[in-house]
Each structure stands twice: as structure tokens, then as C-alpha cells.
């Protein structure tokens, strides 16, 4: 269904008709999605969610890849943090240095 | 001079914290000589303010409060001050309208699936430095809270009041930033 950008049009105005009128929308859908990797939905957010879900595939995709990045993220994070590493030993001997003139005139 | 303060022993600071220090201001700030500096100013203002050593906890523990508050200054300075203002303006001032008027996805934004084949299998390490290439691209601020979620594991409030921003901002943030790592991936994925 995705496959040609003339169904993808054909879908979004499908999908336009039946979310008229109705608050359920993309927008706050996502934006729904995003929170709840961190919190959970009271129970009025959790329903407009999952009504839109219903009708919305392309919601319903990016909430897929929502978590997938979600997933990666943490873990792209993670791993920068997990290699430690040392100071220079240059900056280290300026360092001390600069701490002991310093102490001395306090 | 400090050698009447019988709990701190600035002269063997550098042999025993330094290391520990910059792994921990790299891994936040991203930039060794941002993390040299911020090392420098935790132990000066140390010195400056031994008096406030209470001696309750220890001497690491003490430098490492001071050096995360110097950390949360430059995220502040970063999301609000000049560095701000050069490139990555255009997220904050002309954000991407990903949806139309009626809050359904414009059809130019809407996902479709990553790569040129759904089926195909990802290949991970592709992914990884896609989206690493994608996170650079983001807004300081936006990255900060990233990393202080995800490293610190804090709260969202905590953020929240150390950032200086509200927690419906934060939601916003948040939601506009994976909307735009999700759309950077979808161009970029090959």
C-alpha cells in the first residue's frame, strides 16, 4: 500500500474522511506515542490513541519505528558513555600545578 | 592555605579525581576541551568554596555535584546562548510542519517503511550511524535532555527545572524531536 505515492495520497484522503470531525488526529496521536515511552497515558489519552490507531496506518507505523529509535537511542547513549577515557597527561600536570599556586594563595 | 582543612587534600586532586571527572563531563558534553575546561573550573571553584565542604560525603562526590552543576550551566548557555543562535535556529524558529491544518499527516511526511524494501532484513550498524548522523543535526537543548534522560536516568521534572523548561515545553520538545529523527532516518536510509 505504500508502494506507489499516488496510493499514499489516496490513503491520506481516505484517512482525512474519516478523522473529520473527530479530535482523534495524527498530531496529537504521535505526540501521545512519544509520551508514552516515558509515562504513562491517563485513560482519556490512552482511548483517543487507540481510536486513532485503529483507523490510522501510517500512526500505526510510526509507532513501530517510534520505538525502534526510542530503543537505539538509549542505546547509541549508552554506549558513548560506556568508553571511558583519560585526560591528557599534559593537561593533567598544568592542572595540578594551577591548583597548588592557587591553594598556596588562599 | 587549605592544609588547616584537614578533609581536603587539593594536592593529590588531579592523580585521583581528574580521570574520573572528564569521563564524566565527556560523556555529557561531547568535547574534550569543553570537558578540560569544566575540570579546571570544578577544581578552582572547589578551592574557592572549601569552606562549604561539609565533610558528609566525600571528597569525589563533593567535586562531582560541583562539576554537574558546571555541566548544567553549559547546557543552559548552549540552549540559550549564542551557540544557539547559529545554525540550528530554523528547528526552534520555522519548525517542520509535518501535519496539515486538520492534524492528519501531510502526504509527504507521512512514514512509510525504512529502506527501499519493507521486507528486507535492517541491517543494524547501518541504522546506528544513520541515526547518529541524524542526532547531530538536532538542537543542543534537545540533545541535552536526551542525555540526561538516558544517562542520569532522571526525572522528567527534574530535567524540567534544571533545563528551565516547563513540562508540557518538554513534551513538545520531545515529540518534535522524534518526529524529526524519524523523517531524517526515512531520507537518509538507503
Keep these: 500500500m505504500f508502494a506507489k505515492e499516488l496510493d499514499m495520497k489516496k490513503w491520506i484522503n481516505n484517512l482525512r474522511l474519516k478523522a473529520n470531525g473527530q479530535k482523534y488526529t495524527c498530531r496529537r496521536a504521535t505526540y501521545f506515542i512519544e509520551k508514552r515511552h516515558e509515562k504513562a497515558l491517563n485513560i482519556n489519552d490512552l482511548t483517543e490513541l487507540y481510536m486513532h490507531l485503529i483507523i490510522c496506518p501510517f500512526c500505526r507505523l510510526y509507532r513501530i519505528q517510534s520505538a525502534m529509535i526510542h530503543k537505539m537511542l538509549r542505546k547509541i547513549i549508552r554506549t558513548e558513555s560506556a568508553n571511558t577515557v583519560t585526560m591528557n597527561g599534559d593537561v593533567k600536570v598544568q592542572l595540578q600545578h594551577m591548583i597548588d599556586e592557587k591553594n598556596r594563595n588562599i | ?190
Aim: glycine residues 4%; negative net charge; charged residues 30%.
Design chain 2, 1 to 190: 592555605m587549605l592544609g588547616t582543612n584537614r578533609k581536603l587534600d587539593p594536592g593529590l586532586w588531579v592523580k585521583n579525581y581528574a580521570d574520573y571527572l572528564y569521563n564524566f563531563s565527556i560523556q555529557r558534553v561531547n568535547d574534550e576541551d569543553m570537558a578540560n575546561d569544566l575540570v579546571q573550573d570544578t577544581f578552582l571553584s572547589a578551592l574557592e568554596n572549601a569552606e562549604t565542604f561539609a565533610g558528609n560525603s566525600s571528597e569525589l562526590t563533593w567535586l562531582r555535584a560541583i562539576l554537574r552543576n558546571k555541566i548544567i550551566d553549559y547546557y543552559r548557555k548552549k540552549s540559550s546562548g549564542l551557540n544557539a543562535v547559529t545554525e540550528r535556529r530554523d528547528f526552534e524558529e520555522n519548525p517542520v510542519e509535518y501535519f496539515g491544518e486538520d492534524g492528519i499527516w501531510k502526504a509527504e511526511f507521512a512514514p512509510t517503511p525504512f529502506g527501499n524494501d519493507g521486507h528486507q532484513r535492517l541491517n543494524m550498524k547501518e541504522f546506528y550511524t544513520v541515526l547518529e548522523f541524524c542526532m547531530e543535526k538536532l538542537p543542543a537543548l534537545w540533545m541535552s535532555i536526551f542525555r540526561m534522560k538516558h544517562l542520569d536516568e532522571e526525572k522528567t521534572d527534574v530535567i524540567c527545572k534544571e533545563l528551565r523548561v516547563t513540562s508540557s515545553h518538554y513534551w513538545v520538545i520531545i515529540h518534535r524531536a522524534k518526529l524529526s529523527l524519524r523523517e531524517c532516518l526515512q531520507k537518509n536510509w538507503i
